[in-house]
């Protein structure tokens, strides 16, 4: 135990009642003395080497029943691990049970099992209603935060989705909303990267105004690569989206779709044909090399995830073919310096 578990644990922390005292308690040894940095959670950035790992829900189609053999196996540092109200974390398997961030106990198990297999949680996954129950998705997000800092994890993804309200109403509501989220974490290391999907924040002047509103630079983006491209925006359009937002960007998933060539600079119906068209990132249309060049001009400090959603009807070992060639293909590409 270094020095730093050692610190008194600050008001706000015992204040909230987070999870008890051990876990407040590693909570607290992450945050610096003084006003807290955003990025003082996040990955190192030596030389551009940002980790590369997957999603935790493909470790489903590779078949993993142990979360760090099957990591391992593929060649991933990272994982973006889903977090449930209860602070389970259910897709992530290992023979003995199911992973928790319920207590500190729990925390720290699974923080000692991280560390021994050399993956880091680069972000917990919430499925979010900010539409249908704010104050419940309030609490909930803040006791998310709240275990992300205990096993020093630097960005939840988020939701932001209007489910059957119209935007004009959605908006407010889900500025306010992410507005108590960063006041009631405010001592917290951790971000907050909203995702690209679905009909809305797949809007850049959506996600634009939301930023305006919130105003804070905890929050920021999850950025889906091939979900811009999801919602008709011309391949040639994606860059200029990503450079947009690039500052933003405190999480990835990274994807892609190859649509035939007729089809990529049209401005075509949202999701079309996307369970046709969907495919690994190095048979896709997306420039992997320009993203990352994107990302490092804009100093990005988070990880490289994939998320291949077209593995479901894949064999096991065809699956995880196909996921290690997509992380070698991150790795390669981000130990080179991109030209443009």
């Not at 925006?233 to 450079?243: D, F, G, N, T, V």
Request: glycine content about 6%.
């Amino acid at each position: 135990m270094d020095s730093s578990s050692q610190r008194v644990v600050p008001q706000q922390f015992r204040r909230r009642g987070f999870l008890g005292g051990a876990l407040a308690a590693a909570a607290a040894a992450s945050v610096k003395t003084g006003p807290v940095s955003v990025w003082a959670a996040a990955p190192s950035e030596e030389a551009g080497r940002w980790p590369v790992g997957m999603r935790d829900a493909m470790l489903g189609p590779l078949k993993a029943d142990d979360c760090w053999a099957g990591l391992k196996a593929i060649g991933a540092e990272s994982v973006e691990v889903e977090i449930n109200e209860q602070l389970e974390l259910p897709r992530l398997p290992r023979p003995e049970g199911k992973y928790s961030l319920a207590s500190g106990k729990e925390a720290d198990r699974l923080s000692a099992d991280a560390r021994a297999a050399g993956v880091s949680v680069a972000a917990l996954c919430m499925h979010n209603r900010f539409a249908s129950r704010p104050d419940v998705e309030v609490q909930w997000t803040e006791r998310a935060a709240r275990a992300a800092a205990a096993i020093g994890c630097p960005v939840i993804r988020i939701d932001v989705v209007p489910e059957k309200l119209d935007r004009q109403t959605f908006l407010p509501q889900a500025a306010d909303a992410l507005k108590r989220i960063i006041e009631a974490t405010a001592e917290l290391p951790v971000r907050f990267g909203i995702e690209n999907h679905g009909n809305t924040t797949n809007d850049p002047d959506f996600l634009d105004e939301l930023f305006r509103r919130v105003d804070s630079p905890r929050l920021g983006l999850t950025l889906d690569t091939a979900n811009f491209y999801w919602f008709g925006h011309p391949l040639s359009k994606l860059y200029a989206i990503y450079e947009r937002f690039a500052s933003r960007v405190f999480h990835t998933h990274c994807k892609s779709i190859a649509y035939p060539e007729e089809l990529r600079e049209q401005q075509r119906p949202m999701g079309y044909k996307y369970s046709e068209y969907h495919c690994p990132i190095d048979r896709g249309d997306i420039d992997f090399a320009k993203v990352i060049a994107i990302l490092r001009r804009a100093n990005y400090r988070g990880d490289l995830c994939i998320e291949n959603e077209s593995l479901g009807k894949k064999q096991p070992e065809e699956a995880k073919t196909i996921v290690t060639a997509e992380i070698a293909l991150l790795k390669r590409l981000r130990g080179e310096k991109a030209s443009s």
